[in-house]
C-alpha cells in the first residue's frame, strides 16, 4: 500500500527559504507522477508543482515559479520541494501527492492525485 509522508513545515520570515520532503513507502518515486498542492485558510486547494515519474517534465503554478524547486531524492525514495523567497501569500498547508490521472496539456488543474500526504503547514510572516 502506497502511503506519502510530508514534513519540513514550519514558521519563517518572509525572504526566507524552507525546505519539504514526501517520503513514499509501498512503492518507489519513479513510478508516479508526484507532486504538492497547497491549501490557505479559507481558500480552495490549489496546485503547486508537478513533475512526471522521472523527474524530465516539471510544471509549476506561476505564483512560484523561479522560486519553487521540485526534486527527486532517489536513494531516500522521496520527492523535495525546496521553497526559496517565501511570501506571506506561500502561507498554506502543503499537501505532497502521488499518481492518479492528469492531463499534461494542463496537468495543475487536471491532476486528480490517486495518493496523498497528511499535510505540513508553512506560514510566511512578513
Known amino acids: 500500500q502506497v502511503q506519502l509522508v510530508d514534513s519540513g513545515g514550519g514558521s519563517v520570515q518572509a525572504g526566507t527559504s524552507l525546505t519539504l520532503s514526501c517520503k513514499l513507502s509501498g512503492g518507489t518515486i519513479n513510478r508516479y507522477s508526484m507532486g504538492w498542492f497547497r491549501q490557505a485558510a479559507g481558500k480552495e486547494r490549489e496546485g503547486v508543482v508537478i513533475t512526471d515519474n522521472v523527474g524530465v517534465i516539471t510544471r509549476y503554478a506561476d505564483s512560484v515559479q523561479g522560486r519553487f524547486i521540485i526534486s527527486q531524492d532517489r536513494t531516500n525514495n522521496a520527492m523535495i520541494l525546496q521553497m526559496n523567497m517565501l511570501k506571506s501569500e506561500d502561507t498554506a498547508i502543503y499537501y505532497c501527492?502521488?499518481?492518479?490521472?492528469?492531463?499534461?496539456?494542463?496537468?495543475?488543474?487536471?491532476?486528480?492525485?490517486?495518493?496523498w500526504g497528511q499535510g505540513t503547514q508553512v506560514t510566511v510572516s512578513s
Open positions: 501527492a502521488a499518481g492518479g490521472s492528469l492531463s499534461w496539456s494542463n496537468p495543475l488543474s487536471t491532476w486528480l492525485p490517486k495518493h
